[in-house]
């Protein structure tokens, strides 16, 4: 992958990101900025970006997940199809050390926010627990976070990891 694209999605992700925390929606735009660069990255950069069945098969797994989560009340609409569209402009090659990348941040960010939520909430806990009150343990474990944070913050430990810049 090109430093300069790297860098393009790194400051694209520092937008979404602070628009996401301000206001917990990630705009449908964003999507389809990504594909229309992604389609003219193919155009000019045709060597990296293939269009190939195997290219696609990450980013459409993460509109169907995306959707479960979805209705799971676990995720937005918005970051799957963020997810999908940011994962056309990463290389085929690379598409997998960025996803665990991803995967390993998200546990990261989520462990951490459990185990804060522990700690802040711990008497309303106990109560709900002695009460067995399950409503009160879900309003304490049922608060999303904003996701872009965590996507910027994968991508950053991506480029770490995978070196783009060489």
Same mark, same amino acid.
């Given at each position: 992958m090109p430093l300069y694209v790297f860098i393009l999605i790194l400051f694209e992700l520092l937008v979404v990101a602070w628009i996401d925390f301000k206001t917990a929606k990630i705009s449908n735009y964003w999507f389809l900025i990504n594909v229309l660069a992604f389609v003219l990255m193919s155009i000019f950069l045709p060597k990296v970006y293939i269009w190939g069945v195997q290219n696609f098969f990450l980013p459409i797994a993460f509109i169907f997940v995306g959707f479960m989560l979805f209705q799971l009340n676990i995720m937005g609409a918005g970051d799957s199809k963020y997810l999908f569209s940011l994962f056309l402009m990463v290389p085929y090659e690379l598409q997998d050390q960025a996803f665990y990348t991803l995967i390993y941040s998200t546990i990261l960010v989520g462990g951490m926010s459990f185990f804060i939520n522990? $700690?802040?909430?711990?008497?309303?806990?106990? $109560?709900?627990?002695?009460?067995?009150n399950v409503g009160i343990i879900k309003d304490v474990f049922g608060k999303k976070f904003t996701y872009a944070p965590v996507i910027l913050m994968s991508w950053v430990w991506f480029g770490f990891v995978a070196r783009v810049w060489e």
């Open positions: 522990i $700690y802040q909430n711990k008497k309303m806990l106990s $109560y709900a627990i002695e009460r067995k």
